[in-house]
């Protein structure tokens, strides 16, 4: 027990991310919106911690995430009906185009890091492209947005592990079961709301 106490002492940094990032996933996942609010602090730390591990795809990413967060909070808190979002389902022609996306974003992304000493290249790009869908979806609603998270946090999980970042690939560990469960409440909420 003290080994995992010393741990945590020193990387206090990541821990304090993994906190926030925690506490995003599950407001998130209960439909708050100060979801959003926790999610910048998150993904600023966490903007930080991949420059220094070279994870440089993750760390662009953090980047994104932030502006999507202030979008994503703008979009839950609104009133107004052409901003407002609401839980819903993509066509199955927007599904197709969201594939297209993460691979054409993916591509790019691997592209861009072969000119870096990123580690992973692949696993980074796929991840950073993945999440950046995800996250654009997740603040305008689509319920499949967790369909993309759960496989892009497992990868995540043994990105962040082989790298020792063992909070981090530990919170990633336990947003994949968050992610589980939020697909099914949304899921839940989504079959009432259409009763």
């Not at 054409?104 to 790009?125: E, H, P, R």
């Not at 589980?180 to 839940?188: G, L």
Request: contains cysteine; positive net charge; proline residues 1%.
């Amino acid at each position: 027990m003290q080994i995992i106490i010393e741990y945590f002492q020193n990387n206090i940094l990541e821990s304090v991310a993994a906190f926030f990032g925690l506490l995003y996933l599950l407001l998130a996942a209960r439909e708050n919106y100060i979801c959003w609010i926790s999610g910048i602090i998150n993904v600023a730390i966490f903007g930080w911690i991949f420059y220094h591990e070279q994870i440089f795809a993750n760390m662009f990413l953090q980047i994104i995430y932030f502006g999507i967060s202030i979008y994503g909070f703008y979009a839950w808190i609104t009133k107004k009906k052409e901003h407002e979002a609401v839980i819903g389902k993509m066509d199955a022609s927007f599904r197709g185009l969201v594939l297209i996306l993460i691979i054409l974003l993916t591509a790019a992304t691997y592209l861009i890091l072969q000119k870096t000493n990123s580690n992973m290249l692949f696993a980074d790009a796929l991840t950073a492209a993945a999440g950046i869908v995800a996250t654009w979806m997740q603040a305008r609603k689509y319920i499949e947005n967790w369909l993309i998270w759960i496989p892009t946090d497992m990868l995540l999980t043994y990105l962040f592990f082989s790298h020792g970042l063992y909070i981090t690939a530990s919170l990633f560990a336990i947003y994949t079961i968050i992610a589980v469960y939020a697909f099914f409440n949304w899921n839940r909420k989504l079959k009432k709301a259409s009763k």
